[in-house]
């Protein structure tokens, strides 16, 4: 159901959107994690060391298709927001049209160089071709990623963040079903864990086209819609590309990292592996409440309500340190338990490694809040291309950590690369915020 938040207490309005977007984003995290839980428990520690030993440039491509898809639903959240729906339906033909340009483009281009890229990874030889396997599916899959991305963008760009979710639980429970036929009763091992995966996230794209073609008659352009605009795709090209840029150019230097890793041996891959998968259920929060905060941002600068758009800045912000502060401190003490979900007990030196990860990170966890709240922040308030310098900033970070100090501090170093990307990119990105809201101001001010 579509809804305005330019109207009522941003508070409320952020954490109503927020919500049902964290569910979701825990769900799909949870069939990630019962995805490595069963390749863990189910093949052993070298097949999830070998789907892990990818899951940078998996952070890569797919954070591209991310970004990419929620930037092109800044213009329709603007265009909602202003009460313009010719307009946005003009911007939601040009969307579909680009996406499945970026998306033929990006899988023949992936599936064609993943050998170079596990090359790249440095993954071993006893990996390489259960990562390969594992790999290529997923590639191959990236069109139905696509597909889901950009209507769940566009659902959610106009308020609704509850059917995507809805669709995201159908999802996650085939998932986890797939995972079970293809692994234990089919016997396909890695590749059956991606097919399973790449599968569920075709069906959930599915059932968001029918929702929106059977139910939101709204969002349909209709005949007269259906050309590709040049000022629209202009529009849409920048703000997408620098958003999907943006998370390519951060994973750039979590590639890095991943390669120096991978040269530590098989016990540091399997528990920087194991600690990634809770990092990335933890991390949830702060990617829901951010993007909520994005489209609050978009809706109302639609409307010319930049009171309103600091007042809900500020409060994600605090919602963001306060589950910042919890959660990291949960980590630094329960990290080596929760990494038992993926490792048994008896594999003590990989449960060491993953602990040691998670202790470090959980330190810092506040700081990724603030990064992203403040990027979305910037970007739903029309300047996606300031906010892609932070991506640098991250990247380079994480590689001058991961290659200068590895040789000396081992895997110590590893477990302090990205703190150092977050902190780095928030002395950018808070300043940036406030330098936008002031030319923001000034353009509101002109146009009246």
Not at 245 to 256: K, L, R, Y
Not at 257 to 274: C, E, H, I, P, R
Request: glycine share 10%.
């Amino acid at each position: 159901m579509a809804k305005s938040m330019t109207e009522g207490r941003p508070f409320k309005l952020i954490l109503q959107f927020a919500l049902p977007l964290l569910v979701g984003n825990l769900l799909q995290q949870t069939y990630n994690i019962i995805d490595a839980a069963i390749v863990g428990r189910v093949l052993g520690a070298a097949a999830l060391a070998s789907v892990g030993s990818t899951s940078s440039v998996q952070f890569m491509v797919l954070g591209f298709s991310i970004g990419c898809c929620t930037g092109f639903g800044v213009p329709v959240a603007k265009c909602f927001g202003a009460g313009r729906l010719e307009k946005m339906k003009h911007y939601i033909f040009s969307a579909a049209v680009l996406t499945g340009m970026v998306a033929a483009v990006l899988t023949v281009l992936c599936a064609f160089l993943c050998p170079w890229i596990l090359q790249i990874l440095s993954v071993s030889e006893e990996l390489y071709g259960n990562a390969y396997r594992y790999l290529l599916v997923i590639f191959l899959g990236l069109p139905f990623t696509f597909l889901y991305n950009l209507l769940a963008g566009i659902l959610r760009a106009v308020g609704d963040s509850r059917t995507p979710f809805i669709f995201l639980v159908i999802s996650t429970a085939l998932n986890i079903i797939l995972d079970l036929v293809c692994i234990m009763g089919f016997g396909w091992g890695c590749a059956g864990a991606a097919i399973a995966t790449a599968s569920s996230q075709a069906a959930s794209g599915i059932l968001c086209l029918l929702f929106i073609y059977k139910k939101v008659e709204f969002l349909h352009p209709g005949r007269e819609k259906c050309r590709l605009e040049k000022e629209a795709s202009k529009e849409l090209l920048s703000m997408g590309l620098p958003m999907g840029f943006q998370f390519s150019i951060t994973a750039i230097g979590s590639m890095v990292m991943q390669s120096v890793n991978n040269s530590l041996g098989s016990v540091y891959v399997s528990g920087f592996t194991a600690a990634l998968k809770i990092k990335q259920f933890t991390i949830c929060p702060f990617d829901a409440m951010a993007s909520a905060v994005s489209v609050y941002c978009g809706q109302n600068l639609g409307a010319g309500r930049l009171d309103r758009i600091r007042q809900g800045v500020r409060e994600g912000m605090i919602l963001v340190i306060t589950y910042g502060v919890s959660v990291g401190l949960a980590l630094v003490f329960t990290g080596r338990t929760l990494s038992m979900l993926f490792v048994g007990q008896e594999a003590e030196a990989v449960l060491d490694a993953a602990a040691r990860y998670l202790k470090c990170l959980g330190l810092f966890y506040w700081s990724l809040g603030v990064l992203n709240v403040a990027r979305l922040s910037i970007q739903g308030l029309g300047y996606a291309g300031r906010a892609v310098f932070a991506g640098v900033m991250e990247m380079a970070a994480r590689s001058a950590v991961s290659l200068g100090l590895v040789g000396t501090l081992g895997f110590t170093a590893v477990c302090f690369a990205d703190q150092t990307a977050w902190m780095s990119a928030c002395l950018y990105l808070v300043p940036m915020y406030f330098l936008c809201m002031k030319q923001t101001a000034r353009k509101l001010g002109k146009n009246r």
